[in-house]
T-cell receptor, first 115, second 112 residues
């Protein structure tokens, strides 16, 4: 089945640092990918829709200047958390859909801890 | 996208059949119903998808009544490793290209 690879799986950094998370579709092309955030014991919350070759679409309440999304190719989307602070600590998950009635496939997430 | 409602949690014992029901009253004609499983610190994993009636694969069955306003995920003979959170979602067109809105999910705890 379709595979989505997410990197890194775990990162710890100091407050004020910018962190980039990569999401790759390994065996299919994804014109659209999605970024979610999940806090402990809570459900996934959609942050933004990443569109290949165009600007991302952000959900209400998500700061686009804080969470920079780049989708420069059909197999790679990146999420950069700029000037991260402790409240940005969370589990970030990406997903991508294939074509022709294929359900979405999720990466294994990135655990971000800001000290 | 149609909102989904499912029980917050369920308990079961090994070897039992578990049925998790989800309601999606506002499902649209071209919406599919998809179930995902999530273990701690992992991304959700696709279990099964259906449009109507019954769908079965090697791990689960999905029952969808004629009005499609609800669906039931059936896990036969659960084991301890089935302890996870199960999410019911409505997916536009089943094409994978539309955003997914996650509800609370059902936290299934399987006991020995």
């Amino acid at each position: 089945g379709a595979v989505v690879s997410q990197h890194p799986s775990w990162v710890i950094c100091k407050s004020g640092t910018s962190v980039k998370i990569e999401c790759r579709s390994l065996d299919f092309q994804a014109t659209t990918m999605f970024w979610y955030r999940q806090f402990p014991k809570q459900s996934l919350m959609l942050m933004a829709t990443s569109n290949e070759g165009s600007k991302a679409t952000y959900e209400q309440g998500v700061e686009k200047d804080k969470f920079l999304i780049n989708h420069a190719s059909l197999t790679l989307s990146t999420l950069t958390v700029t000037s991260a602070h402790p409240e940005d600590s969370s589990f970030y998950i990406c997903s991508g859909g294939g074509n022709s009635n294929q359900p979405q496939h999720f990466g294994d997430g990135t655990r971000l801890s800001i000290l | 996208l149609a909102k989904t409602t499912q029980p917050i949690s369920m308990d079961s014992y090994e070897g039992q059949e578990v049925n998790i029901t989800c309601s999606h009253n506002n499902i649209a004609t071209n919406d599919y119903i998809t179930w995902y499983q999530q273990f701690p610190s992992q991304g959700p994993r696709f279990i099964i998808q259906g449009y109507k009636t019954k769908v079965t694969n090697e791990v689960a069955s999905l029952f969808i009544p004629a009005d499609r306003k609800s669906s039931t995920l059936s896990l036969p003979r659960v084991s301890l490793s089935d302890t996870a959170v199960y999410y019911c979602l409505v997916e536009r067109g089943g094409l994978g290209g539309d955003k997914l809105i996650f509800g609370t999910g059902t936290r299934l705890q399987v006991f020995p």
